[in-house]
């Protein structure tokens, strides 16, 4: 079962503007990472926030975490071609060690 | 530049034949997974390691399948016998954790494409 979905599913963007997708969860988490997979690619780590952190940063990506709403927000900004990928978050339940629980991710396309 | 390696990269069998694929993870990282990649059912985890130890396989069929680390420097899956709905991509992934730790980052090879006639 899946712990995290995200919001919306697909998104089509134009070279430049800013991506921002969601993610929500059902259970209290330790932390919470978004991924990036390119078509027919491994998933690659972006950046993960732990539970007691509300921001965080990584050039020109921007991740909010709510706990209290139990989601969290992934923004891209000034997007480019090469950014066209299937974008994930993934959770660390706390019953849980060690495994990530993964969405179904949103495809995201930037025309150029 | 360290990478997970995963052979092979592509793999045609038919219904019935045993299928194993291989995994190297990062030298130095304790936690192994793998993972089942389809558009229907999204990435699902089928078995994961620590330390070369089984922690958790609910979400393989353990019928047909099976996951071993023979030594910690590689990973195997194995079905058999393979069936058309075993078509997929499978991903290795490995970590660092630390006692007590929670889910880190996790490292994904570039994954075996299974296509099962």
């Known amino acids: 079962s899946q712990q995290g979905e995200e919001d919306p599913q697909a998104l089509s963007i134009q070279e430049g503007e800013n991506a921002t997708m969601n993610c929500s969860y059902k259970t209290s988490i330790n932390n919470l990472q978004w991924y990036r997979q390119n078509s027919g690619r491994g998933l690659v780590h972006l950046i993960l926030?732990?539970?007691?952190?509300r921001e965080k940063h990584s050039g020109r990506l921007r991740v909010t975490l709510d706990t209290s709403k139990k989601s969290s927000s992934l923004l891209i900004t000034a997007s480019r071609a090469a950014d066209t990928a299937s974008y994930f978050c993934?959770?660390?339940?706390?019953?849980?060690?060690?495994?990530?629980?993964f969405g179904a991710g949103t495809t995201v396309t930037v025309r150029a | 530049d360290a990478r997970v390696t995963q052979t092979p990269r592509h793999k045609v069998t038919e219904m019935g034949q045993e299928v194993t694929m291989r995994c190297q993870p990062i030298l130095g990282h304790n936690t192994v997974f793998w993972y089942r990649q389809t558009m229907m059912q999204g990435l699902e985890l089928l078995a994961y390691?620590?330390?070369?130890?089984?922690?958790?396989d609910s979400g393989m069929p353990k019928d047909r399948f099976s996951a071993e680390m023979p030594d910690a420097t590689l990973a195997t899956l194995k079905i058999q016998p393979s069936e058309p709905r075993d078509s997929a991509v499978y991903f290795c992934a490995s970590g660092l954790s630390y006692s007590g730790g929670r889910g880190e980052t996790q490292y994904f090879g570039p994954g075996t494409r299974l296509l099962v006639l």
């Open positions: 390691f620590r330390n070369r130890a089984p922690l958790d």
């Open positions: 926030i732990r539970s007691n952190e």
């Open positions: 993934a959770t660390v339940i706390r019953s849980n060690d060690y495994k990530l629980s």
